[in-house]
């Protein structure tokens, strides 16, 4: 069984609401129910490290980037030229479940497969970040 109720005016809007009462002071509160496992690592550091140490304001992070691909397509081509099959950044992603609450997880540069099998994983660095 369903109640109904019947309005002489229409129902409020965001621009045509205003409340019955002022209020000094409205707080909304917000809780999260679940954490997935993959978040907590991040929201304990944020709730426990506030001043920790940040990158420079100095740093160049376009300059940075087109020196690391610089250097990351320089050897690309020397691997190729070795006859390497070359796998690169995001091909490259990777996540392995070593327990309950701990996983393992990386995207190196890059990784080559030689003729024979072998492989070979590559991170170039080029300075900071």
Known sequence: MYATRTCATSPPTSSNWQPETV????FFGFWLSHV????SW???FKSHYIDWPHMPDTFELAKWKVDHNALLLELIEQRRALGERVYREAQNKFQVRLSGTITLGGKPDLVTVAPDGSVRIFDAKTGSP
Do not use: F, G, Q, R
């Open 36 to 39: 997935p496992p993959e978040w």
């Open 42 to 44: 991040s929201a304990w």
């Open 23 to 26: 209020y000094d002071v409205v």
